[in-house]
């Protein structure tokens, strides 16, 4: 018996990341079924728009909802339901739930909850880290009061409520508005490395194979928010890189895996890892990376690609720069100044595809 295989994808968070499956699942003839966040999802100013399944009626997560995406299947058809691992909120309920939704009639492609969490969750994975020789930055338990540091939240979420994303804090104002609004124990405390910034891609399939892909991120928004620029980075074939494919094989890890990394004069930090798709994934699929290829083939799906890695692509997200602060890392001015023809050319939304919410983003601030 032979099946077919689909993904439900839940739109309207991380959306860059969505629109880039969007497009390689089309590219592969992949059916695809979306979940609309509300009437105002972006998807509805793309072409997808047509595989919009269901619109949701607000943004709780439960068994119910699947129960219901379910009913408005094809009955009786050999198809697979794959759901995409899209965001931190949603792989942390199909974690919790993943024998359900099975019984329902989900494939729910992540590791165990212990395991997943015990990479995402910031303080274990960098006590993990540590254990593999792998630079961290310096833990700060005392004397607060040197400036810029960090403060990174211990877990997801305390007594269900999701903490907050990392502090910078540059100075004591920010340290005290810190304070009055945060439980201070539920964070850990770490030095500001400074220097260039860099994600490290991978695929863990289970067969034991590895795709992996680095990027040098250029320009981002300001509170270590989303990915405005970046270039090929061949952080995936420096040393570093041996430690962390040793260090999730070692935790039997399989999947997509991003791991954040700061280089200070030649030394690599790690500052984050987060198990699922990432904002810029438009840029390896250009770059001709196979990380998405290799998730599909594990799951069952045969996609095959000819393409050659492009070390000369770029990735841009103009409408990021708008009615927030930016960041520019290491020579990021520079180089996004120099060429910044060739990056609106490479803009995520500025395609056939997606062309209408290029505008309205743009137009809507």
Not at 92 to 117: D, H, T
Not at 184 to 212: A, D, R, V
Not at 235 to 241: E, N
Request: aromatic share 16%; proline share 4%.
């Amino acid at each position: 018996m032979s099946f077919s295989y689909s993904f439900l994808i839940f739109s309207g968070y991380n959306f860059r990341a969505v629109i880039a499956f969007l497009r390689f699942a089309s590219s592969n003839s992949i059916k695809c079924y979306i979940i609309a966040r509300d009437q105002n999802d972006p998807v509805y100013n793309t072409i997808y728009s047509n595989l919009v399944l269901i619109r949701r009626k607000d943004e709780t997560l439960n068994l119910e909802l699947f129960e219901e995406i379910k009913g408005l299947l094809p009955i009786g058809s050999l198809e697979k339901t794959i759901v995409l691992p899209s965001t931190e909120a949603l792989n942390r309920f199909l974690i919790g739930n993943s024998s359900e939704l099975q019984k329902i009639g989900f494939i729910v492609p992540l590791v165990s909850k212990s395991l997943y969490e015990m990479i995402s969750d910031k303080e274990t994975f960098k006590n993990i880290c540590k254990n593999y020789d792998i630079n961290v930055p310096t833990d700060l338990s005392e004397n607060l009061n040197k400036f810029p540091f960090v403060a990174k939240p211990r877990h997801y979420s305390i007594n269900n409520e999701i903490l907050k994303p990392p502090y910078l804090i540059h100075d004591q104002d920010e340290y005290d508005r810190f304070l009055q609004t945060e439980n201070p124990e539920n964070y850990f405390y770490q030095e500001f490395i400074e220097g260039s910034s860099h994600y490290l891609l991978f695929y863990f399939s289970k067969s034991g194979s590895i795709e992996s892909f680095g990027q040098e991120n250029l320009i981002q928004q300001s509170g270590g928010r989303s990915i405005i620029a970046a270039k090929y980075s061949d952080v995936y074939l420096h040393p570093v890189a041996e430690k962390f494919k040793k260090l999730f094989q070692e935790l039997s890890f399989t999947g997509l895996v991003m791991v954040e990394l700061r280089k200070n004069e030649d030394v690599f930090f790690m500052i984050e890892a987060n198990p699922r798709l990432w904002g810029p994934s438009q840029f390896f699929l250009d770059s001709g990376s196979e990380i998405f290829h290799k998730f599909c083939r594990d799951l069952g799906i045969n996609v095959y690609s000819n393409k050659k890695l492009n070390f000369h692509k770029l990735y841009f997200w103009n409408g990021g720069t708008i009615s927030t602060g930016i960041v520019f890392h290491g020579d990021g001015k520079f180089q996004f100044l120099n060429y910044y023809p060739s990056f609106l050319k490479s803009d995520i939304y500025l395609r056939n595809d997606s062309l209408d919410y290029y505008f309205k983003e743009i137009k809507s601030e």
